[in-house]
T-cell receptor
């Protein structure tokens, strides 16, 4: 079965640079979630989209922005990167209101800021 | 505010034995969902089991079962017949509200499980 795809899997950037992370949800899934997991930390919710509209917002810095496109893929744009942005970034997807309540997670993008 | 607490930073279990990972939660919403995820050293998040707040029976998925005690606000994960491949970080997570809500997950701090041969 198709899973959530994230690209790139690994990304190395320098401070003050920008980064774009991409997420391709499972086909027919209409909801996408972004989480940030710092080293040794639990995942923290950043933002979510349903049908291309932002549905919820968590602890996402103002330097970050995200959107969901017409084909339901989502991109997380990160500017003025800081060392503290080094983390594993997960995208998850599900079908809004489906009996399957679980969110399907992608493999993550490991971002290293130097 | 909703909160998930996992008080065991690390656990050891002998191969083939059962182990219980603790999880307590706090929420004022009568409708919520509880999840357990496994995160191996490779980093991916693997869904294990789900329990809805209105589910009458404890959830089971193969070797995984969830000991749901609503009055005590606990949702412990029981892994039976541990295998070496069970060594990983385990996260308890909660979704507040019914499925029609935004659905974001709040995670606990995680428990590292090591299975000894």
């Amino acid at each position: 079965a198709a899973g959530v795809i994230q690209s790139p899997r690994h990304l190395i950037k320098e401070k003050r640079e920008t980064a774009t992370l991409k997420c391709y949800p499972i086909p027919r899934h209409d909801t996408v979630y972004w989480y940030q997991q710092g080293p040794g930390q639990d995942p923290q919710f950043l933002i979510s989209f349903y049908e291309k509209m932002q549905s919820d917002k968590g602890s996402i810095p103002d330097r970050f922005s995200a959107q969901q496109f017409s084909d339901y893929h989502s991109e997380l744009n990160m500017s003025s990167l800081e060392l503290g942005d080094s983390a594993l970034y997960f995208c998850a997807s599900n079908l809004w209101g489906s009996p399957s309540y679980e969110q399907y997670f992608g493999p993550g993008t490991r971002l290293t800021v130097t | 505010a909703q909160k998930i607490t996992q008080t065991q930073p690390g656990m050891f279990v002998q191969e083939k034995e059962a182990v219980t990972l603790d999880c307590t939660y706090d929420t004022s919403d009568p409708s919520y969902g509880l999840f357990w995820y496994k995160q191996p050293s490779s980093g991916e998040m693997i869904f294990l089991i789900y329990q809805g707040s209105y589910d009458q029976q404890n959830a089971t998925e193969g070797r995984y079962s969830l000991n749901f005690q609503k009055a005590r606000k606990s949702a412990n994960l029981v892994i039976s017949a541990s295998q070496l491949g069970d060594s990983a970080m385990y996260f308890c997570a909660m979704r507040e509200g019914p499925v029609s809500n935004t659905g974001k997950l709040i995670f606990g701090q995680g428990t590292t499980l090591q299975v000894k041969p």
